[in-house]
């Protein structure tokens, strides 16, 4: 079974509008990694906030972490046709460095 | 791209065959896991070898199995395949065991009939 789950989805907004994913876990962590699958190939890592840090930057991503009620959010910014894509969570525990717990994804659809 | 690559891209077998799937990591990354993932799901982690050894298993069968060479490159192997093994199959290297940030190639698409 996955560690994560992602919440909503699917998602379909207009280009231009600000896109928010969610993620849940049930376990301790190390750190909280986001992944981006274009068409069901190979993922592409965007960002990875670690277990003492709240909220990281890059670009138009905007990544919270809350420990307490292990959950994760996702915000893509100003969102493009481009960024159209399923966006995975993983989690990874102390010792499993390389193993990572995916979710199932959400599916981002954006609409020039 | 992540200089990870592949190989085939795409692949059909049939239901009791033995399957190989390949692997070239980046130059310099000693770590390798492979990932399993069907349509609709996230991917599953089957396992990881770091300089040539096993480092770790997923809920995967000992049918599954693997291979990591000097040269950066590794092997899945499948035998008696069964339907439920049509998935995606990612290898994703990174420079160290203790690494989180992994690279991903591009994938295996197989299908067993």
């Known amino acids: 079974s996955q560690q994560g789950e992602e919440d909503p989805q699917a998602l379909s907004i207009q280009e231009g509008e600000n896109a928010t994913m969610n993620c849940s876990y049930k376990t301790s962590i190390n750190n909280l990694q986001w992944y981006r699958q274009n068409s069901g190939r190979g993922l592409v890592h965007l960002i990875l906030?670690?277990?003492?840090?709240r909220e990281k930057h890059s670009g138009r991503l905007r990544v919270t972490l809350d420990t307490s009620k292990k959950s994760s959010s996702l915000l893509i910014t100003a969102s493009r046709a481009a960024d159209t894509a399923s966006y995975f969570c993983?989690?990874?525990?102390?010792?499993?460095?390389?193993?990572?717990?995916f979710g199932d994804g959400t599916t981002l659809t954006v609409k020039p | 791209e992540t200089g990870v690559t592949q190989s085939p891209t795409h692949l059909i077998k049939t239901r009791g065959q033995q399957v190989t799937l390949r692997c070239s990591s980046q130059?310099?990354?000693?770590?390798v896991s492979w990932y399993q993932q069907a349509l609709g799901q996230g991917p599953q982690f089957i396992f990881q070898?770091?300089?040539?050894?096993?480092?770790g298993r997923g809920n995967f069968p000992p049918r599954f199995s693997g291979l990591q060479f000097p040269n950066y490159s590794s092997e899945l192997n499948v035998n008696a395949l069964e339907l439920d093994d049509s998935a995606l199959y990612l290898c994703a290297s990174s420079w160290d065991r203790s690494n989180y940030e992994q690279y991903f190639g591009p994938g295996t698409r197989l299908t067993v009939t």
């Open positions: 906030i670690r277990s003492n840090e």
């Open positions: 993983a989690t990874d525990a102390s010792t499993n460095a390389g193993k990572s717990t």
């Open positions: 070898y770091y300089r040539e050894e096993e480092n």
């Open positions: 130059s310099g990354h000693n770590t």
